[in-house]
């Protein structure tokens, strides 16, 4: 086990693929998500970004409609859409939508849900600040969710970032990960933390730095 700063700087070093290798880090918790006291999910802004260009979508009439397009939302629409997404083409990776416009996005539950991409009010994106929404989106906010085994996993930034760049990212995802902490856990809370690029293979974190941030 190494510290983060080595971690970042061995994972840098390592990523040699001809493309822009993402840095990903896993977190395994002592959670059992299928527990309501014991479940973990939210959202945290990236001081860096994640380097990827998120497309958005937003359900929105009117005003809000144009508020999100002016924000940089990539489609907008209300019935027109959920028709478009009923068909099968969802061309984006977030989707918010203003709250008169559950009603609608209620019913592609079955389409939106499987994909993680059915608006949330607690993660920000059923929400009558739409441009907000869309700028913490395109601006590097992730999304976190435990999954079945207590594992927790995000893009943290690319290769091509500084080491200084990853650190403050992945300080800030572990940040999130603790302030959220479920009120059900008993003992410790993370077990193991490792990072990598998509290509390299992973390295072990020591944990005792990280339970601090």
């Known amino acids: 086990m190494v510290s983060l700063e080595q971690a970042v700087s061995m994972i840098k070093g390592r990523a040699t693929a001809k493309f822009d290798e993402t840095i990903e880090i896993a977190m395994n918790l002592n959670i059992d998500p299928r ?3 014991q479940a ?3 959202v945290v802004s990236l001081p860096n970004g994640t380097g990827k260009t998120l497309r958005v979508g937003v359900f929105a ?5 144009e ?3 002016a924000a940089g939302a990539d489609v907008v629409g209300a019935e027109d859409l ?3 997404v009923q068909g099968g083409k969802i061309e984006f990776d977030r989707c918010i939508a203003t709250p008169d416009m559950m009603a609608i996005v209620g019913r592609l539950g079955k389409v939106l849900g499987p994909r ?5 009010p607690k993660l920000g994106t059923v929400t009558t600040d739409v441009a907000a929404a869309v700028a913490a989106a395109k601006g590097g906010q992730v999304q976190f969710r435990a999954e079945k085994a207590g594992i927790v996993h ?3 930034g690319k290769a091509s970032f500084s080491e200084e760049a990853l650190l403050e990212n992945v300080k800030a995802f572990v940040g999130a990960i603790n302030r959220n902490k479920p009120t059900g856990v008993k003992g ?10 998509t290509m390299g293979p992973g390295v072990k974190l020591e944990i005792g730095t990280l339970a601090a941030l």
């Open 35 to 37: 527990k309501a006291d």
């Open 40 to 42: 973990l999910r939210g």
């Open 61 to 65: 009439r009117g005003a809000k409609a």
């Open 67 to 69: 508020e999100a397009k």
């Open 82 to 84: 959920m028709e478009i």
């Open 116 to 120: 993680g991409l059915m608006p949330n």
């Open 154 to 156: 995000a893009g943290v």
């Open 188 to 197: 410790i809370y993370i077990k193991k933390v490792s990072l990598s690029s």
